[in-house]
């Protein structure tokens, strides 16, 4: 990295797999890697101020170019110093593109050469969105990590469209990197090429040649099977600068973070930690905990006790009830609890690698998550209280 305050550090690779323990500094601090990266689309972590993120260990969270654009408008942003002095949250920010709405928004998107033209779903009111727009957006928002503008199509499809789409990703990222002028901001280019690996790695390799500072692994988690994901991951990886940070886009199960890790991914972000907080759903080490089951009504226990945070002393008990009674502190909680796990998932990750034992530590996760439902006592979630 050759702009001033950036610097990525390789410190070690387990020697019995790929994981790979980093760090990325940046002006507004470092970034222990593995990291996994909270999702505030709209400058928020959904229903948690930024300093209970912080407190959950999060270096860095994500915002969205696209939404940010349309409300309240990157102008507005930029007049009030940015994303870092609009939102309170002072560490690092990531802002996406603006490409992953080429697929979640496909019905609402016209996609040329020189642009995609979007059709808001917030109000009807067009917005285009070309290479530089998106570099533009991103200069006001002032972020610390850009991504480029890619073309990103929903699984399975044909070849000829994966190409496509692949080949306009390395000519935007092209036009990006061209279009990029502010100093204290990096970009990093985004792997298209579906589940084809002929074509992941000729798309790898041209991007390469581009030399950005970072790579993400895009395209995934939009319709394949985990195993073809995990797969896509695995020929992808070795195409990419060992001397750069690599991001698996949009991919956040546990599971699949563990997968890719051990094959040598960096960096994660995912709704699912958030969501799934927000509908009584828990992530343990033994599994999910669905909290609007029955059987949590007079349950003492933390939901995982030794996920520690100010909040983690709450029974089972008492969080299902904020949900059955409709309470907004639970999915608050809920969420909180998530966002813990997930921060203590990538530090014990990073534990793991530094002692060349991550192969043990990713046995021992998978054999709790891999547990049947059953043998934990779980049922149907309960209609009523």
């Given at each position: 990295?050759?702009?001033?305050?950036?610097?990525?550090?390789?410190?070690?690779?387990?020697?019995?797999?790929?994981?790979?323990?980093?760090?990325?500094?940046?002006?507004?601090g470092a970034i222990d890697l593995p990291a996994f990266m909270p999702?505030?689309?709209?400058?928020?972590?959904?229903?948690?101020?930024?300093?209970?993120?912080?407190?959950?260990?999060?270096?860095?969270?994500?915002?969205?170019?696209?939404?940010?654009?349309?409300?309240?408008?990157?102008?507005?942003?930029?007049?009030?110093?940015?994303?870092?002095?609009?939102?309170?949250?002072?560490?690092?920010?990531?802002?996406?593109?603006?490409?992953?709405?080429?697929?979640?928004?496909?019905?609402?998107?016209?996609?040329?050469?020189?642009?995609?033209?979007?059709?808001?779903?917030?109000?009807?009111?067009?917005?285009?969105?070309?290479?530089?727009?998106?570099?533009?957006?991103?200069?006001?928002?002032?972020?610390?990590?850009?991504?480029?503008?890619?073309?990103?199509?929903?699984?399975?499809?044909?070849?000829?469209?994966?190409?496509?789409?692949?080949?306009?990703?390395?000519?935007?990222?092209?036009?990006?990197?061209?279009?990029?002028?502010?100093?204290?901001?990096?970009?990093?280019?985004?792997?298209?090429?579906?589940?084809?690996?002929?074509?992941?790695?000729?798309?790898?390799?041209?991007?390469?040649?581009?030399?950005?500072?970072?790579?993400?692994?895009?395209?995934?988690?939009?319709?394949?099977?985990?195993?073809?994901?995990?797969?896509?991951?695995?020929?992808?990886?070795?195409?990419?600068?060992?001397?750069?940070?690599?991001?698996?886009?949009?991919?956040?199960?546990?599971?699949?973070?563990?997968?890719?890790?051990?094959?040598?991914?960096?960096?994660?972000?995912?709704?699912?930690?958030?969501?799934?907080?927000?509908?009584?759903?828990?992530?343990?080490?033994?599994?999910?905990?669905?909290?609007?089951?029955?059987?949590?009504?007079?349950?003492?226990?933390?939901?995982?006790?030794?996920?520690?945070?100010?909040?983690?002393?709450?029974?089972?008990?008492?969080?299902?009830?904020?949900?059955?009674?409709?309470?907004?502190?639970?999915?608050?909680?809920?969420?909180?609890?998530?966002?813990?796990?997930?921060?203590?998932?990538?530090?014990?990750?990073?534990?793991?690698?530094?002692?060349?034992?991550?192969?043990?530590?990713?046995?021992?996760?998978?054999?709790?998550?891999?547990?049947?439902?059953?043998?934990?006592?779980?049922?149907?979630?309960?209609?009523?209280?």
């Amino acid at each position: 990295m050759d702009k001033p305050g950036f610097q990525f550090e390789l410190l070690h690779v387990d020697r019995h797999c790929g994981a790979r323990l980093g760090r990325l500094t940046t002006p507004r601090g470092a970034i222990d890697l593995p990291a996994f990266m909270p999702v505030g689309t709209a400058a928020t972590v959904k229903g948690v101020t930024f300093d209970l993120v912080e407190q959950t260990g999060a270096q860095i969270v994500l915002a969205n170019t696209y939404h940010l654009a349309l409300r309240p408008g990157a102008d507005v942003i930029g007049e009030l110093g940015g994303l870092h002095q609009f939102s309170g949250w002072k560490r690092p920010i990531l802002t996406d593109s603006g490409g992953f709405q080429l697929f979640s928004l496909a019905s609402r998107v016209r996609i040329t050469e020189e642009r995609a033209t979007f059709q808001s779903h917030i109000d009807g009111r067009t917005l285009e969105l070309s290479p530089e727009d998106s570099v533009r957006i991103q200069e006001q928002l002032g972020s610390d990590i850009a991504m480029v503008l890619d073309h990103l199509v929903q699984l399975p499809a044909s070849r000829a469209v994966i190409e496509d789409a692949a080949d306009r990703t390395v000519r935007w990222a092209k036009r990006c990197q061209d279009a990029h002028q502010r100093p204290d901001q990096i970009q990093f280019a985004i792997v298209q090429g579906g589940l084809d690996a002929e074509l992941r790695k000729k798309n790898a390799g041209e991007l390469v040649q581009l030399g950005f500072p970072g790579y993400a692994i895009g395209g995934l988690s939009v319709g394949e099977r985990p195993e073809e994901m995990v797969e896509a991951v695995e020929l992808t990886t070795p195409c990419l600068p060992e001397t750069c940070p690599r991001y698996l886009m949009g991919v956040g199960r546990p599971q699949d973070i563990l997968e890719s890790i051990r094959r040598g991914v960096d960096m994660f972000d995912c709704v699912m930690p958030t969501r799934n907080g927000r509908n009584a759903w828990a992530f343990t080490d033994d599994g999910p905990v669905k909290l609007r089951n029955s059987r949590y009504r007079t349950d003492p226990l933390p939901v995982q006790a030794d996920v520690v945070t100010p909040w983690s002393h709450l029974s089972r008990a008492y969080l299902r009830h904020l949900f059955m009674a409709d309470e907004m502190l639970g999915p608050t909680l809920l969420s909180l609890h998530n966002l813990a796990y997930y921060q203590r998932l990538t530090r014990q990750s990073r534990e793991a690698i530094a002692n060349d034992s991550f192969l043990d530590f990713y046995r021992e996760r998978m054999a709790g998550w891999n547990r049947d439902p059953a043998e934990l006592g779980e049922e149907k979630p309960a209609t009523g209280d």
